[in-house]
């Protein structure tokens, strides 16, 4: 039998969602960074549309490739399948080590520069699910969060700028006298 190899942007996002779930992340948990990331500028933004945020970012195959590779390094990293000293570094999760940042940034980067400043914020101030990955997956616990904790942090990154884009938007588009084309963000 042939592996299968594509996917449609719907077998992504559930593939995504499950494997997240499995971690013990729910999107919720994601929509509600975003949502406290960017209710801080915008009074008016609903938690619904932080959902369906996340929820699409996660049907993009770039991010799905990501989100799948991250949660197998921390899996294998759990099981000590890597060999010294990278095991060591990722098990540890050494502050210096950068590569979990780098495909944080590469996701945040699918909504530009505010994207991934807002990825910079949540990374160092860790709200919500990202501070409890953070602090359940150091050195001494069993579980390893190396990757995760980035993974998440740039999903709510990218739902939070997805979020002002479409505010900006829907500000945009008041002129009664103008018609719009509706755009996919
Ligand atoms: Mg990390």
Redesign the pocket.
Known sequence: MVNKLIFSREEMFKLNRDKLRSRGVEIEDIAKIAFFQQSKYNKDISMSTCIESVEKILTYRDIFHIVQLSIDIDILTEKKMFSAPIQNIMEA?LGMFGI?EILGLNIAANYGVIGQTNFGDIDVNKPGIVKDLNDHGKLGSKNCH??L??VVGAIAAAASTRVAQIQSEEQAEKNPNVTYIKLDI
Request: no cysteine.
């Open positions: 999760d979990d190396t990757f904790d980035d």
